[in-house]
């Protein structure tokens, strides 16, 4: 060892903080996640099943559906209330609203009046401000029931026959592009502003089989995989998917 050189001192590593551990890492990851999740369902985009033939052939039994909740303004996800206004709907316009009569469910129709229009129904034709209009296109199914509908406080009203009624400030007259089977505007009344919960933009997953609109997306799924099990063949009758319809914009 040569002068002046001294002998190196060995050195103690310092503790470095304590790794998380990997089941808190992914409870983390898992609860953000489920935040950012609630979030865009609250706020931006929420996810939503047909289960019934009214908007045919636009929107198909077993088809399900992105909503823009941002089309008509960003709303209280409580109350549904509007926070900050961004647009009002077009004519035309499918939409996903709270039902008045029970606030419980929500419906899907088209907007066929604005506020201030004058609507009328003569013969399956429609009239807004006084010209035929064919948004939704009148409905030629043949067995189609003639039926009149009614409800508590409501007057009764022929399916073909309707108005003339002037839609009210902050409302809008809905009708379902299966005209003869839908159940609408005609029968219960307007849609207030408030109501809305936006527009539908996308077909994100569709299927068909024989028990809709009866069974469910799952118990036709099971069915036709106890058939794929005992049978060695896929049931397509029970349980198929639509493939081209999904990725399909909602016009």
Known sequence: ???????????????????????RDYTESLIIALILALVIRALVVQAFSIPSSSMEPTLLVGDYLLVNKF????????????????????????VVFIYPQD???????RVVGLPGDRIQII?????????LTQIP???????????IYVEPEITPTERDNF???VVPDNSYFVMG????RSYDSRFWGFVPLEALRGRAFIIYFSWGGAGQPRETLIPSLFQALKHLVTHLTWDSDTFHVRWQRIGKLIY
Do not use: H
């Open 1 to 23: 060892m040569s002068l002046g050189d001294k002998k190196p001192e060995d050195t103690p590593a310092k503790e470095g903080p304590r790794r998380k551990s990997r089941l």
């Open 137 to 147: 296109p009148p409905s030629q199914d043949p067995q189609a029931p003639r039926a």
């Open 177 to 180: 592009d299966n005209r003869d």
């Open 103 to 109: 606030p419980s469910k929500d419906y899907i129709k």
């Open 71 to 94: 089309a008509y303004g960003i709303r209280n996800p409580f109350t549904n209330r509007v926070w900050i206004p961004i647009g009002k709907p077009k004519r035309g316009d499918v």
């Open 123 to 131: 013969n399956k034709k429609l009239y807004i401000n006084g010209e």
């Open 163 to 165: 108005g003339p009624v």
